[in-house]
């Protein structure tokens, strides 16, 4: 097993987060992905692909880093919480048709398939490579703009909060991250 960067409690790396320390983010992230993975493989649902699925529990397990309050529960199951509720709500929301396909989007959390070596170096390489290639594709693909809205967003900062930081309306801040999804996604 990879020794990690960050051999913290989970705690502990909400704290790291909350000081914008992101690879304290991405640790987490790294942590629950197999957790995503596993709830996300009990949903068959007709127009949904795995991955959708699958992003819809990492928004799930991003808005648990964002909201999580230390002292009221552990943040495993918080975060287990937050992301079956996820879940729930986008099959809920594709089975009523009443919703844009979920297959239209695109994770803001592509590189998670990446975050992820399974221990055997030759693997920690390759996933360093694609890492390196990802972020090669965010500087030259992105804006500026949405560059920031970005980082921001994975830091676990609201749409309310992008927007008094950047100076713009939460409007702009979802059109950005819409972009950043459709951009990566056919990157």
Known sequence: MPVSKYPYSDEQLIAL?????DGAATELV??????????ASGYFLPGMEAEDIVQEGLLGLLKAIRLYQPGKSEFAAFASLCISSSMA???RSALSGKS?????YASLSEEGAILLPAGDPAQQV??????????RKIRTSLSVFEQQVLR?????RSYAEISRLLLTTPKAVDNAL???RRKLRSA
């Not at 844009?100 to 239209?104: C, K, T, Y």
């Not at 390759?126 to 972020?135: D, G, I, K, S, W």
């Open 30 to 39: 790294t942590r629950y992905l197999p957790l995503v993975r596993k709830r």
């Open 152 to 156: 921001l967003y994975l830091t676990g």
């Open 17 to 21: 987060v909350r000081q914008k320390d």
């Open 126 to 135: 390759m996933a360093r490579e694609q890492l390196a290639e990802l972020e």
């Open 100 to 104: 844009i396909p979920l297959r239209d």
């Open 178 to 180: 819409q972009r950043v």
């Open 89 to 91: 709500d986008a099959a």
